[in-house]
């Protein structure tokens, strides 16, 4: 939602303001130049990435238009879910086996949508706790193997945005090669009179002016976004790991989820009293 009213401010201030002060809307229309622009961008891209990049590239895309991370209805799911989780695990760890063997068919999982479709928060969940079940490991080393885990997944997110970044970066330069064919073009006007001159080298000039608009106006805060959006999903996965780090120090399932709570940003942070009273109906229909 925010993408689109900021797109649409962007093109309000840029344009509306040409036109109230005289401008000639019509001139800026030159498709000829956005086709040479985007489509030499679209195949710089196609050179400089594999398809599992371009593929991470459509889904960020896909986010862009969704809007922000996760809620604060997110986090509190994610904790309910890690208390049954643990809760379980504490009463009886093989019959943990079962749900995260198969998190889709566990009615665990399935009472938590937010998480169960999150796939790389439940691939994390479930691949951790199946290392814990099989041969238990200290929290330290715990710890250091859930990093790693997430320091991998951010990096390959990253080279989605650090691409659309570069593609930003390249807009003016394609701009300008853009305005140097329309010149090119020009040249051959020569004889043709001033105002067909004119208008080749308005023609040109746009293709400079639309490259810097679309880097500027659109391509960098888009990467911008992207980024602050893989940071705002690795969130959910820094919250499980403070919860299953406190499991495997042996902790209470009430106090893991605490630590997982104090790590949720503060904007969208259930407070106490609400996951303390989450956790107690939880273990009132249990009962």
């Known amino acids: 939602m925010f993408f689109i009213v900021g797109s649409v401010v962007v093109i309000v201030c840029v344009f509306g303001a040409y036109a109230s002060h005289g401008g000639n809307l019509a001139v800026l229309w030159q498709p000829i130049e956005l086709i040479i622009i985007c489509g030499a961008a679209f195949g710089g891209m196609i050179i400089a990435a594999p398809p599992a990049v371009l593929k991470e590239l459509g889904h960020q895309f896909q986010l862009l238009l969704k809007g922000n991370g996760p809620s604060k209805a997110d986090y509190t799911q994610a904790l309910m879910l890690l208390f049954e989780i643990i809760k379980t695990a504490k009463g009886n760890p093989l019959s943990l086996e079962a749900h995260v063997e198969k998190p889709e068919a566990s009615e665990i999982f ?5 998480v169960l479709h999150n796939h790389h928060a439940i691939h994390f969940l479930t691949d951790t706790l199946k290392v814990q079940i099989s041969s238990p490991m200290s929290p330290y080393d715990l710890e250091d193997l859930m990093d790693k885990d997430i320091e991998a997944l951010h990096n390959e997110e990253l080279r989605a ?8 970066d ?9 305005a140097v064919l329309g010149v090119v073009q020009t040249m051959g006007k020569l004889t043709e009179g001033k105002e067909v001159i004119g208008h080749s080298v308005a023609a ?13 106006g ?3 805060p888009m990467a911008q976004k992207m980024e602050l959006q ?8 820094n919250v499980i790991k403070q919860a299953l780090i406190a499991y495997a120090k042996d902790c209470s399932p009430k106090v893991c989820v605490e630590f997982a709570r104090r790590s949720i940003p503060p904007s969208v942070r259930p407070d106490f009293e609400e996951v303390d009273k989450a956790t107690s109906n939880i ?3 249990a009962a």
């Open 218 to 220: 659109f391509i960098q």
């Open 110 to 114: 399935k009472k938590y949508p937010a």
């Open 204 to 216: 040109a000039l746009v293709g400079t002016f639309l490259g810097i608009l679309i880097s500027y």
């Open 170 to 178: 390249a807009m003016p330069g394609l701009g300008i090669v853009a």
């Open 161 to 168: 945005s650090s691409l659309w970044t570069k593609v930003g």
């Open 230 to 237: 893989i940071a705002d999903g690795g969130q959910i996965l």
């Open 283 to 285: 273990g009132k229909a």
